[in-house]
């Protein structure tokens, strides 16, 4: 069996390589210390997935999806190790000015979940493992910002 096509990239255009180094490097990524006009950011990225939404499930789980211009149209996914990370790096990361997007919030999938801005106002999503004890139906709306 032939390997098929693979995502083997996400490149994002920012205004400063810099300022963007520095949030990424917040957030936990090896991000080297050296940022020109290029900065490569090595992942281990399995496993990934690529995910598509509605806008009506968006705005059940982004805030800014349930307002009338909508939210980001690509959100990047972060796993961090548990709960309790995706508050306190949510704190860390709103603390030292970046925009809250989403507060933490327990999702119906069974998860923690906020999302924050970089500096360019793409979104990135804080998401900790599922917990299928703590998942429930019918979902209800993330809480407002």
Known sequence: MS???RISQ???VVESTAASA???RRLGLAVPDEAGVHVEIALDAAPMSLELDAAESAGLWNASWRTPEGGA???IGVAVPDRATVDGLYADLTG???PGVQPPFDAFWGGRYAIVADPDGNQ???MSPNDQERA???PT?????
């Open 73 to 75: 149209r690509v959100i």
């Open 124 to 126: 990135v999503g804080l």
């Open 22 to 24: 520095d949030f990424y």
């Open 10 to 12: 996400v490149t994002l």
């Open 141 to 145: 709306p993330s809480p407002d910002l």
């Open 3 to 5: 390997e098929g096509p």
């Open 136 to 138: 429930f139906w019918p």
């Open 96 to 98: 030292a000015g970046h």
